[in-house]
T-cell receptor, first 115, second 115 residues
Framework: KAGVTQTPRYLIKTRGQQVTLSCSPISGHRSVSWYQQTPGQGLQFLFEYFSETQRNKGNFPGRFSGRQFSNSRSEMNVSTLELGDSALYLC??????????????FGPGTRLTVL | KQEVTQIPAALSVPEGENLVLNCSFTDSAIYNLQWFRQDPGKGLTSLLLIQSSQREQTSGRLNASLDKSSGRSTLYIAASQPGDSATYLCAVPNAGGTSYGKLTFGQGTILTVHP
């Protein structure tokens, strides 16, 4: 079974631009979560989607948004990029059939550099 | 607010040593605890997930224990090898009804195993 895939793997943008990152979960997984990883802050939760609905949201400004499609694929968008948005963006998926959190499987990440 | 702490921040050992990585969390009302491995510039690989009702979980040379009441988990690596060199992260889901998809991570332990 294929793992979580993320595209693109690397991205270079300039301040003020916007960017869209994509995540394809493991087949059969219904929940997709996004995280930002930086050397200073570590891994921080952005948001989680389940059945096309955002169920949980972290403490990030409104410039960060996401969505999930009917096939469970997810995208996240960052508008008006700032230098501090440079980070590794990780996507994770889980089955989420039950009511308790289950194992999360992570993709390889998208490395975003803002110049 | 859940806080996760990992000790030590870095560890350098000769090949063959048995070692212990520590993880502590402030809110003991957790569903489970997950240990991950991250190689430089890569995504996270799930190593072990321990449910709150379990005390231990084993996979190969890895053994993770969980003591909910004291808010601690340990990851034991037996007979370490250079290929074990990576950053090890522990994470717990957010407590309560809004836990879905949101993991709180420790800052990680950077492990170096030298030949």
């Amino acid at each position: 079974k294929a793992g979580v895939t993320q595209t693109p793997r690397y991205l270079i943008k300039t301040r003020g631009q916007q960017v869209t990152l994509s995540c394809s979960p493991i087949s059969g997984h219904r929940s997709v979560s996004w995280y930002q990883q930086t050397p200073g802050q570590g891994l921080q939760f952005l948001f989680e989607y389940f059945s096309e609905t955002q169920r949980n949201k972290g403490n990030f400004p409104g410039r960060f948004s996401g969505r999930q499609f009917s096939n469970s694929r997810s995208e996240m968008n960052v508008s008006t990029l700032e230098l501090g948005d440079s980070a590794l963006y990780l996507c994770a998926s889980s089955v989420a059939w039950g009511t308790s959190p289950d194992t999360q499987y992570f993709g390889p990440g998208t490395r975003l550099t803002v110049l | 607010k859940q806080e996760v702490t990992q000790i030590p921040a870095a560890l350098s050992v000769p090949e063959g040593e048995n070692l212990v990585l520590n993880c502590s969390f402030t809110d003991s009302a957790i569903y489970n605890l997950q240990w991950f491995r991250q190689d430089p510039g890569k995504g996270l690989t799930s190593l072990l997930l321990i449910q709150s009702s379990q005390r231990e979980q084993t996979s190969g040379r890895l053994n993770a224990s969980l003591d909910k009441s004291s808010g601690r988990s340990t990851l034991y690596i037996a007979a370490s090898q250079p290929g074990d060199s990576a950053t090890y992260l522990c994470a717990v889901p957010n407590a309560g009804g809004t836990s879905y998809g949101k993991l709180t991570f420790g800052q990680g332990t950077i492990l170096t195993v030298h030949p």
